[in-house]
């Protein structure tokens, strides 16, 4: 009897471990794959509406130019803030691969926003390319993981923000640790008390370790320009990032 028991605790175990398994794993690779299929699917859908932007080669009334003229920067247009849950955007980053699209939505509430779509962005933080701190969140090791990889990335990769109007880039500068009380990452100037903010940055925020919460990994990165959609995409998601 004594055995039978054994085997039977035994076999709760291994199945205990294989769902847990399944969870962390598995579980991330299927829900994260659901996230990736369904931000592309709205990316291919901004791609198919027809652009009312002037190309290069018109003036401002639609007729042709009769020189070349220079392009001029474009001016990042500022979004409104979202709704709780209401997607806006689609993150790209190169360094995590061709297929790494994860849908951007208001608010970072676990049953509103990071578990069913992805991304959130917090509340009251500046949106992409607006001065000040544009911030987001993201799971590093449950529901699809967007921010698995947050500690790879290398000084100077492309951190892409995907919205109907265009594409706004961001180069990644510096990780940090920090306690999960340290809200002063979400500042205009992250971690800098009174100050005004002078230039447009992006902080993504995770829990570490991954299966964790001891910690928050914190990304940052400083904007670079916004490129229209008539424009075709920045040359930052295509730029070879296998160094």
């Not at 392009?71 to 709780?84: C, D, N, R």
Request: proline content about 9%; charged content about 15%; overall charge negative.
């Amino acid at each position: 009897m004594t055995g039978v028991i054994g085997e039977l605790l035994l076999t709760a175990g291994v199945l205990t471990l294989l769902y847990v398994g399944w969870q962390l794993w598995i579980g991330d690779f299927i829900i994260g794959s659901q996230f990736k299929a369904e931000a592309k699917s709205l990316s291919e859908e901004w791609a198919a509406q027809p652009s009312t932007t002037p190309t290069p080669s018109e003036t401002s009334n639609g007729t042709p130019a009769d020189e070349p003229v220079a392009p001029v920067p474009a001016q990042p247009p500022i979004l409104a803030e979202p709704g709780e849950g209401e997607t806006f955007g689609i993150m790209r980053i190169p360094r995590f691969g061709a297929d790494y699209y994860f849908n951007v939505a208001g608010g970072v509430s676990t049953s509103v926003t990071l578990d069913p779509i992805g991304i959130g962005h917090y509340p009251g933080t500046s949106m992409p390319g607006q001065t000040g701190n544009f911030a987001v969140a993201g799971h590093r090791g449950s529901h699809g993981a967007p921010f698995q990889d947050l500690p790879s990335l290398r000084v100077n990769d492309a951190i892409v923000i995907e919205t109907a109007e265009g594409w706004y880039t961001y180069r990644f500068r510096n990780l940090a640790y920090v306690q999960p009380s340290q809200v002063e990452v979400l500042l205009p100037v992250p971690q800098v008390l009174d100050a005004t903010a002078t230039e447009s940055v992006i902080t993504m925020t995770t829990c570490s370790p991954r299966y964790g919460s001891s910690e928050r990994a914190i990304a940052y990165g400083v904007f670079e320009s916004f490129t229209p959609r008539a424009s075709g995409p920045p040359a930052g998601l295509t730029e070879g990032v296998t160094a």
